[in-house]
């Protein structure tokens, strides 16, 4: 299977198979006669396996590390349970963190009237202009 077709085959972009074949993900391709870049099933299923990592939101490295893993028969369910539990604290953190942003910028929101005059709480809140809506006029 050339890269393009490895590309579609796994939701990759031939510039990231490139990438991880630079970074050691994956084993270099074997080279067709005409110096094209052919793939093995092994290569496919590595490089479904880090796609579907990273889109757990696992580093390359990380990913890496889990593929070399799944790959270890000498392997402990418990030193990927240890991975997965960081990974799920990370995603916890973004979580709030953008819960938190989300609430900022609605409350922003909230408070600009959206008419046509220039007052506008959301580009206050941006530029770390604090208002005070409880004082008189």
Known sequence: MNISQ????TGLTSKTIRYYEQQAVIPPAARSANGYRVYSKQQLDALRFIKRARD???????SRELLQLSQDPSRTSASVKQ???QQIQR???QIESLQQMRAMLE??????RGDDGAE???L???NGVIVDN???E
Request: proline share 6%.
């Open 120 to 122: 506008c709480p959301i």
């Open 107 to 112: 409350t922003a929101a909230r408070e600009c």
């Open 91 to 93: 995603i916890d953190q």
């Open 56 to 62: 757990m939101g696992f580093s390359l490295d990380e």
């Open 134 to 136: 409880d004082s008189p």
């Open 6 to 9: 490895a590309a579609a085959a």
């Open 83 to 85: 991975k997965a539990e």
């Open 124 to 126: 206050d809140q941006l």
